[in-house]
């Protein structure tokens, strides 16, 4: 008889134990940044929180979803360009639940689907673009690939906000040929530029031709007006050239003034 008392009372403080376990395991409390998709019998019966949640045991299940923006790190991808250049990319993207209905019904891992969509996508984007768009333009690449992303991922309830491209690494080669035609560049615009130069300072001389060329005592004048400066420099030996028409003048006077003694 005690035998049969000890197990009737095991037995019924095992049921109040597991009634307790079943009372509390129906009271869920959510975060602000969290929400509760509720499934009824395993279908989907709708989407509460955040707060103090009251569940119906064994019948009712709920899925936490956080809508906090997440910040993924996308591998580092081997990237053939459109000029056929070999590179390697990693990014980041930033994105976020919006519909946590669609994020737990509609894919089995949002996350990591995610994560492989941005994958394929990045390689697939900057495959079609040559390098020095990867390296000027990456505002552009960065708009394109969040685009993508963001109509791809609408059916599973996720918002991609922002993506970045972080590092475009090329092999030492690569590095040396860029550098190499950076070099040709800049020496290709310092000789166009000299020649512009050239150029307009070719049309300011002639100018200047015509208007000395007007008067025939201006030369003179600036022939000595050009001695005069360089005459300062008392450490180096100068060698002024003299117009010829200075010559012939005083050759002529000189010839004169001896006619005259003549006669």
Known sequence: MTTIFNSTQIFSTSIIFLLIALLLSAFRILREYERGVIFL???FYKVKGPGFIILIPLIQ???KVDLRTVVMDVPSQDVISRDNVSVKVNAVIYFRVIDPQKAIINVENFLQATSQLAQTTLRSVLGQHELDEMLANRDVLNTDIQTI???RTDGWGIKVSNVEIKHVDLNESMIRAIARQAEAERTRR???IHASGEMEASGKLTEAASKLSEQPNAIMLRYLQTLTEIAGEKNSTIIFP???ELINGLLEKNQKNK???NH
């Open 41 to 43: 019998l395993g279908r």
């Open 61 to 63: 299940q709920m899925v």
């Open 149 to 151: 992303l963001d109509d």
């Open 190 to 192: 310092a000789k166009v």
């Open 242 to 244: 003299l117009p010829m």
């Open 259 to 261: 006619n005259t003694e």
